[in-house]
């Protein structure tokens, strides 16, 4: 949905330095707080789990855990994972009240569910599991 959206006001919402150019990322990355706030306006109309890393290009568990949030974002296509560089947009980490990098931020509907403050790849994934919406398989 955000990809729609950026591709509609022009530049690349997901672009993202850390993917190869053979695999575009499924990470959202916002250097804007413009577009974040049209992304996360228009979250709020469907029931998707949203999961937003904050983090910052100095931070080393930042660093450590990018990798394991490409592979949950390539396991959970029904998940909106995002990533906020608190420097770019210390407004919207402010807002959302991080304090400590990685914060991972879990919303539904504009609504946080829940957080997760550090590197825990294994804890994040098991909220991503509860929170996200399961897929439902006509039969």
Do not use: Y
């Given at each position: 949905?955000?990809?729609l ?7 690349d ?14 990470v959202?990355?916002?250097h804007?707080?413009a ?17 937003v890393?904050?983090?910052a ?6 660093k ?5 949030i490409h ?24 807002e959302?009240?991080?304090q400590?990098m990685?914060?991972f ?22 909220k ?6 399961k ?5």
């Amino acid at each position: 949905m955000g990809s729609l959206i950026s591709s509609l006001l022009g530049g690349d919402a997901s672009a993202d330095a850390s993917a190869s150019p053979s695999e575009p990322s499924l990470v959202l990355a916002f250097h804007s707080s413009a577009r974040w706030n049209l992304h996360f306006n228009s979250s709020k109309q469907i029931p998707k789990l949203m999961v937003v890393d904050f983090s910052a290009s100095w931070c080393g568990p930042c660093k450590f855990i990018e990798p394991a949030i490409h592979a949950m974002a390539a396991k959970f296509t029904d998940v909106d994972f995002v990533k906020i560089d608190v420097d770019e947009l210390s407004d919207v980490a402010q807002e959302f009240g991080v304090q400590g990098m990685p914060t991972f931020v879990l919303l539904k509907q504009g609504k946080e569910v829940d957080r997760l403050v550090g590197a825990k790849k294994d804890e994040l994934e098991k909220k991503v599991e509860k929170h996200r919406v399961k897929p439902k398989f006509a039969t």
